[in-house]
């Protein structure tokens, strides 16, 4: 079984790390492409068994077998065109999120994906199948918390910025030529693909939405930093079944007021509080008994040998092989996307989006 990444970064080292935990494959072959040699060189010295090139086109010159799946793991505003190229040379393509810079990009990049018979796939599905958010959705399908009507997806850090706070080293995270955006762009993916997965809308309206840039004294002064660290929205989630769910969502990698995050869903009869993400592994459930709230508290680890980290990897391995799997792959990828793109036009344009899955 053959991966070809491209790029030598720090998210490939990860991937790199999860394709080592996949089983079942007697042989794995790693190639990975970087123009950077220091990044080539010190990718090579924590994986020595990989084969190294200066050049994406010159690694996927080879005849393509049938499962090869390309790794794309490059700053944002390469992704579309180095999707292309891995699509284009007859593999299965995984992007990092954001899939892509704009809306004509992922249009286009799904059209190729189909042309060449292959599946696109997307890097933001690391958090879907954990175990406490399964219960949660298992809580949301099974009807206990009445008519659903409301969700409270806020995560607010007051000092979080990729480029300045983490990994300063690539400051290509605060340009948003580069980067296709700030905290809507960084972490809206995964927020995206666990809403869309669990409520599993028809549409998705951004009724209202804003974005901002705090300032800092750090704020660095010799690169272009346009990217907003703090974002709000108002979105409508429109199901199959007529019935519409309301979410209230912020996001902050830079605010001066308060941190803090809430997860929470809410019914006519119940309500679940939960982090899918690192905070917490507890799952709160409200509910009524006799006029006075009570909860319920259960705590809901996730453990094993595969982590967070290595969903992507595994999901799309899975999907390729035909397996049971949860990946984000096409049209869904794509739809993910545009949610994030459609809070920027409607911040931009002050006016309601409403986003139809075809
Ligand atoms: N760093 C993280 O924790 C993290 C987590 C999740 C997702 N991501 C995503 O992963 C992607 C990469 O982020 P990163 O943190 O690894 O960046 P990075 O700056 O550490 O590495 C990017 C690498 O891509 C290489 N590159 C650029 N153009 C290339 C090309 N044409 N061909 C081959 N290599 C090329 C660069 O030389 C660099 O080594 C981004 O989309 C980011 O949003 C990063």
């Not at 918390?145 to 995270?173: A, N, T």
Request: a negative charge.
């Amino acid at each position: 079984m053959r991966f070809y990444l491209i790029g030598a970064g720090v998210i490939n080292r990860t991937h790199a790390e999860a394709i080592y935990k996949i089983e079942g494959e007697e042989v794995i072959e790693i190639k990975v492409a970087d123009p950077n040699p220091a990044a080539l060189a010190s990718f090579a010295e924590r994986f020595p068994q990989v084969t190294t090139f200066t050049d994406a086109k010159e690694m996927l010159n080879e005849e393509p077998r049938e499962d090869d799946i390309v790794i794309v793991g490059t700053p944002p505003f390469t992704h579309f065109p180095l999707s292309r190229m891995a699509l284009e040379s007859g593999r299965h393509t995984l992007c990092e999120k954001p899939l892509v810079m704009n809306r004509e990009e992922a249009e286009a990049l799904l059209e190729i994906a189909k042309a060449n018979n292959r599946m696109l796939g997307c890097c933001s599905v690391r958090f879907l199948q954990v175990p406490k958010t399964d219960e949660v959705k298992r809580i949301l399908n099974s009807g206990e918390l009445g008519d659903v009507y409301k969700i409270s997806f806020v995560f607010r850090g007051q000092r979080g910025r990729p480029g300045i706070e983490h990994q300063p080293e690539s400051r290509w995270f605060l340009d948003k030529s580069k980067a296709a955006g700030g905290i809507v762009m960084d972490w809206g993916p995964y927020d995206f693909t666990l809403l869309n997965d669990m409520l599993q809308p028809v549409s998705v309206e951004v009724a209202s939405a804003w974005t901002a840039k705090p300032e800092t004294d750090i704020d660095p002064k010799d690169v272009v930093y346009d990217i907003e660290g703090h974002v709000g929205a108002m979105l409508k989630f429109q199901q199959a079944s007529g019935k519409s769910v309301w979410v209230q969502y912020e996001r902050a990698s830079c605010t001066h007021g308060e941190p803090y995050y809430t997860v929470e869903i809410e019914g006519t009869n119940g309500a679940v509080k939960w982090s899918p993400y690192f905070e917490t592994d507890q799952v709160l459930v409200k509910s009524d008994k006799n006029g006075e709230v009570i909860t319920n508290e259960n705590t809901i680890p996730y453990e094993g040998q595969i982590g967070y980290m290595d969903h992507p990897i595994h999901f799309f391995y899975q999907k390729v092989k035909g397996q049971q799997s949860p990946a984000v792959v096409n049209e869904q990828a794509v739809f993910n996307f545009l949610c994030l793109q459609s809070i920027y036009d409607a911040a931009a344009s002050q006016q309601a989006v409403v986003l139809r899955r075809k």
